[in-house]
């Protein structure tokens, strides 16, 4: 071989070319000291390597060579073999090993990856997700790529007879198939509302412009008292209010605000409200 003139601070290749007649062998006698220290240094750090992916080719079942599989070992299942414990594998699926071990055969030492999502896993989602406690079918057209949705309501049932007229719902219960049952009560009849209806009543009290507060002959029922004076009926809140009876009062009270008119004694003051 030619010799090459070497320029100051120069380096010679060749002190650093591994010759055909040593190679693969980086850990050969032949090399020098700087060569065998490099290719130690490269081989140390690949066997290092931890969690690196491998593709280990079709999945045939959880290994039993003894020698176990590595973390980041994949394979593909291509429909043959067993999986894993709690592992439930599909044509296409890739499984992943999640660390070192000689048999792992339960799914916490694998991730799976889905590969073969397909119409048939996405209608089932898709249903899942619908509104539950209805039947629901679902149609699909390809070619137009449009879906129908057709729901079959499941109506509640009656836990004490049928719905009727003048009932309502007074409790709720879900029984443990997800059923829900409905407690029926029964309105008041016509008649017996009636009778609660107090309508014009002159509520007690001196109307002299200045006494605000007058007292009506019964309890009422919250937010049914109408006050007019002089046929103009009366903002509860901004003109009145009405109190509640207390201790070994039976009735309630209309009180008009501060700075709302006072009926005197040339003003008709009529009160509408139902009995509690």
Known sequence: MASTKIRKGQIKTEEFIIPSSQSPAWTSEELTASQKAIADKIANSIAGVSGAMVYKGAWSGVPTNGTGVKAGWVYVFEGSGTAPTGVTLESGDMLIAESDGANPSTAADWTIVQTNIDDAYLWTKLKAMLVQGNNVTLTKNDSSKTCTVTFTPVYPTISNGNAVNGSYVSGLSIDSSGQINVTKGTLPAQGV??????????????????????????????????????????????????????GDVTTSSILFNDGAYIPDAEDTLLVDYMKA
């Not at 009145?240 to 207390?246: E, F, L």
């Open 193 to 246: 509302l009636a009778e609660n209806l107090v309508y014009g009543e002159v509520p007690s009290g001196t109307a002299d412009g200045r006494n605000r507060q007058f007292v009506l002959a019964n309890k009422v029922i919250d937010r049914t008292v109408r006050v007019y004076v002089n046929g103009v009926r009366q903002k509860e809140g901004l003109d009145y209010r009405v109190v509640a009876p207390s």
